[in-house]
């Protein structure tokens, strides 16, 4: 009985002892828990979207200041969740420049966050260049936390493929150049008017190779007397084959239904009236019909800027 007793002792000791364990490690487990919930969740706050808009020639705002949306309009405008200005001179040539918009697509388009994109005129040209040219290379993942030249520094996460983004939304893009640079109508003491000649545009780089991006072209037709020189209808600076992303090594003319004239921009992502592709992942999505809308910002985010604009605030958030 006194050894029954000892043993019933011995396994209630041993039986307190294995409790205290697994409270332990019921306590252990839930505080890894929680700390995984808590390291989720900070995750999930850093996390944002951003609306990048990219000017074109002549630009306007501060290099490296993302708040500065002197080419545009008010920065007070609704353009696009967490909007940012992209800014370059919109005088020296792409090449030159295209490091700029480098730097803020690794700034607010890698690791947790992502991007929509909007660009104008030879904007068209500098996202174009960046994802054809450097979409398939290494980039540093940042703190989405510019600098006062606009560079962010490295988050510690590592590297990553190319960047995130959502969609590219183009107003009078000038990706296929514009025949106002071939005539000489632009001054040609610009580097970036050699840029914007059609041949010279249209050969800087694949525009096949968005790395799946999608495009969305907005093609304005409010054209003047002197536009004669641009084929088919166009904006006053660039004509629909390069508003529209009609491919080909030189443009063509191109209208709205209503012109007889000449062959239909068609809207969507099939080939045009006459049957030239528009460039991969390229796709209408406005025609100015109506020939309501011109080229310029007019310092209002006006013009067939303002067409994006409406789409960057239903669709970027």
Not at 113 to 135: D, K, T
Not at 195 to 217: E, I
């Amino acid at each position: 009985m006194q050894w029954s007793f000892l043993r019933a002792k011995k396994m209630s000791a041993n039986q307190v002892s294995d409790s205290e364990s697994n409270a332990k490690r019921g306590r252990a487990n839930g505080w890894i828990a929680a700390s995984v919930i808590v390291a989720s969740a900070a995750a999930l706050v850093c996390a944002a979207n951003y609306s990048l808009w990219i000017n074109g020639r002549t630009g306007g705002g501060q290099l490296g200041n993302y708040n500065d949306f002197t080419y545009w309009g008010p920065s007070s405008t609704a353009a696009g969740v967490n909007k940012k200005s992209v800014n370059w001179d919109g005088y020296n040539s792409i090449s030159n420049q295209n490091y700029l918009v480098r730097n803020a697509l690794d700034c607010y388009c890698t690791g947790t966050n992502w991007c929509y994109v909007a660009a104008h005129s030879a904007g068209n040209l500098q996202i174009g260049y960046s994802l054809a040219m450097f979409g398939g290379s290494s980039r540093t993942i940042t703190n989405a936390a510019p600098n006062g030249a606009g560079v962010c520094s490295a988050s510690g996460a590592g590297t990553q493929t190319g960047w995130n983004i959502k969609f590219v939304n183009v107003a009078g893009g000038a990706a296929g150049g514009s025949e106002l640079s071939d005539a000489g109508d632009w001054a040609i003491s610009e580097p970036l008017v050699s840029d914007l000649k059609t041949s010279t545009a249209r050969a800087m780089y694949d525009h096949n190779q968005t790395r799946g991006k999608a495009f969305y072209m907005f093609a304005g037709a409010k054209g003047t007397l002197y536009s004669f020189i641009l084929p088919g209808q166009d904006d006053e600076a660039i004509a629909y084959h390069s508003s529209g992303g009609v491919s080909g090594s030189s443009g063509a003319g191109y209208c709205n239904p209503s012109d007889w004239l000449c062959n239909d921009l068609t809207t969507g992502t099939g080939a045009v009236q006459g049957g030239r592709a528009k460039w991969t992942n390229h796709n209408v999505k406005f025609r100015d019909n109506s020939e309501s809308y011109n080229h310029y910002a007019s310092g209002n985010w006006g013009g067939i800027i303002s067409r994006a604009v409406a789409d960057m605030v239903t669709n970027a958030q």
